[in-house]
């Protein structure tokens, strides 16, 4: 069960990542994209990572932060970070708490069989921790497009 809610504050979060340690209060200042994904270095989360990549600048220049979180490990986290060149944070989640917090976590099918991963989702926070904005269950083709667009649209 998700404890976020769109207009509602984030509850604070710390996190360790690819650039340290991470915390909600850490992010206030700026708008923040923070975007969950199954897992490094596959197909899909693969091609949302270089178009968040390939856009940072603009999201930047939108006055807007990036950062992802998968289950994955700190390790896998640097190789995937350092192949693609990603400039934002890569948050490790192997315990599920920010998992838990936003409510990403779903029983999905893969090859026949059901197994526990992440649903692939966004949400856009305000710089005072409020959440914005929310996607859930999106589909990688145009996404980084339409959060940027979002992003712009409330400048």
């Known amino acids: 069960m998700s404890q976020i809610a769109v207009g509602k504050p984030?509850?604070?979060f710390t996190a360790?990542?690819?650039q340290g340690e991470i915390s909600l209060?850490?992010?206030l200042g700026h708008r923040t994209v923070l975007y969950f994904y199954p897992k490094d270095s596959t197909p899909g989360c693969t091609t949302q990572a270089?178009?968040?990549r390939d856009n940072y600048q603009a999201f930047v220049d939108a006055g807007c932060q990036i950062v992802g979180v998968?289950?994955?490990?700190?390790?896998?986290h640097n190789n995937f970070t350092d192949k693609q060149t990603?400039?934002?944070p890569l948050i490790t989640d192997q315990d599920e708490a920010l998992c838990e917090l936003f409510g990403v976590m779903k029983m999905k099918n893969m090859y026949g069989k059901q197994v526990r991963g992440i649903?692939?989702?966004t949400f856009l926070i305000d710089a005072g921790g409020v959440l914005l904005r929310e996607w859930r269950g999106l589909r990688v083709p145009g996404h980084v497009d339409e959060v940027l667009q979002t992003?712009?649209?409330q400048e």
């Open 151 to 153: 992003v712009r649209d």
């Open 119 to 121: 649903e692939r989702s």
């Open 16 to 18: 360790t990542s690819t």
């Open 10 to 12: 984030i509850p604070d």
């Open 86 to 88: 990603l400039p934002f």
């Open 70 to 76: 998968s289950r994955d490990s700190l390790k896998s």
């Open 50 to 52: 270089q178009g968040f």
């Open 25 to 27: 209060k850490g992010l």
